[in-house]
């Protein structure tokens, strides 16, 4: 068993949803937070409800934990108010808990719309300039900074996930591009958890679709192979999109309607 205690941020969320009951086996105890409703704990499962924009509350969450999935906070376009304070505010509180409590590794949950102002033309890799499509994706690449921050000062080590679109299935033609399966993301999280060296790592989580805008070679290292790929959904996607109107941004650019969407007032 590779972890005493794995925390679980955001775990009433819809990734968290999936990942709660994939990462028991990576753990002996897995420790789920959210501010929404997380209902009872399960077997080795410790329930802890916790807002991200309390210092002490997060102080307390990171007590005898190893180390975090990190999928708390706003996971969408929405006014400034909210991701300020769960997504700025929030990280800040998660990455002074883990100094002082000493955990040693966060996988991070970024966005790819922390690159959503490049185009649906272009292949991009995580080293190149962000380029934010909203107040999210700013925010996104905050926290991005964040950790980058902490493991130079601290050596406390990140994996920047920047999650594509996590959905049973791709819903529309971008997804396609950006697609991650349920089973791929859990792969991912696996494999940024148990790598033997993560350093501080930004990687496109996506599955091993054909028509792709990122490229992982840079974080290799990872050891992170998908196994599933948009591809079977295409013939149908296609059919039911029929076209493309190529003026609109959220054709043109990666973050889909993001783009036109934020910030929200
Ligand atoms: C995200 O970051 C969101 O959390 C998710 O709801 C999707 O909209 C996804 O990006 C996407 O780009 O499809």
């Not at 590779?2 to 990576?26: E, M, S, W, Y």
């Not at 009872?40 to 102080?59: K, N």
């Not at 590794?105 to 300039?129: C, K, L, M, W």
């Not at 950790?147 to 000062?153: L, W």
Request: charged share 25%.
């Amino acid at each position: 068993m590779p972890f005493d205690r794995l925390l679980l941020t955001g775990a009433a969320g819809g990734l968290g949803r999936v990942l709660r009951p994939r990462l028991k086996r990576l753990c002996t105890t897995l420790r789920v937070s959210d501010i929404a409703e997380l209902g009872l704990a399960a077997a080795g499962e410790e329930v802890r409800p916790a807002a991200l924009e309390d210092p002490q509350a997060m102080l307390a969450l990171l007590d005898g934990v190893d180390a975090v999935v990190h999928l708390g906070g706003v996971s969408t376009e929405k006014p400034w108010q909210p991701i300020l304070a769960a997504n700025v505010v929030g990280v800040v509180n998660l990455y002074e808990a883990a100094r002082k409590q000493g955990v040693k590794r966060i996988v991070f949950a970024s966005s790819n719309h922390v690159t959503g102002f490049y185009r649906q033309d272009e292949v991009i890799s995580p080293g190149d300039p962000v380029r934010p499509d909203g107040a999210y994706g700013i925010s996104k690449a905050w926290g991005e900074n964040v950790s980058r921050f902490y493991f130079d000062r601290y050596g406390i080590e990140t994996a920047c996930l920047r999650i594509g679109s996590s959905f049973p299935e791709p819903k529309d033609r971008r997804m396609l591009a950006t697609w991650l399966s349920y089973d791929d993301l859990e792969r991912l999280v696996c494999a940024c958890l148990t790598a033997p060296v993560v350093g501080h790592t930004i990687v496109y989580g996506m599955s091993d679709n054909t028509t792709t805008w990122w490229d992982n070679t840079s974080a290799r290292h990872l050891g992170y192979r998908p196994q599933d790929s948009s591809e079977r959904f295409r013939a149908a996607l296609e059919q039911r999109q029929p076209a493309l109107d190529l003026e609109d941004p959220a054709i043109i650019y990666q973050g889909g309607t993001f783009v036109r969407t934020g910030p929200l007032d």
